[in-house]
């Protein structure tokens, strides 16, 4: 079993900037990468990034780039995502995900982001 708890979401202002965190507790020596999707309200879940367990794969949605990054904190088990430039189509609950050896796909419960104009 792994835990995932993000942190870092709150309400800012169109152009400002966030750093989004994602730690893991419990069976962590299973990880294999771990990443992040959002949804707003009435949408589709949207891939936003991931990154292998190791740091060395880094992998961002087209409409993304440029404005984010995903990172590995190697002294924890937690991944960093760096959003720049928000607007207001990024307003979403940002969900971590991680995926394990055998497979199975863990979330957590969600950091809601709000970019007002």
């Known amino acids: 079993q792994v835990q995932l708890v993000e942190s870092g979401g709150g309400l800012v202002q169109a152009g400002d900037s966030l750093r989004l965190s994602c730690a893991a507790s419990g069976r962590t020596f299973t990880l294999y990468h771990m990443g992040w999707y959002r949804q707003a309200p009435g949408k589709e879940r949207d891939f936003v990034a991931s990154i292998t367990i190791s740091g060395d794969n880094p992998v961002y949605a087209d409409s993304l780039k440029g404005r984010i990054t995903i990172s590995r904190d190697t002294a924890k088990d937690s991944v960093v995502l760096q959003m720049n430039s928000l607007n207001p189509e990024d307003t979403a609950t940002y969900l971590c995900?991680?995926?394990?050896?055998?497979?199975?796909?863990?979330w957590g419960q969600g950091t809601q982001v709000t970019v007002s104009s």
């Open positions: 995900y991680a995926v394990v050896y055998g497979g199975t796909t863990y």
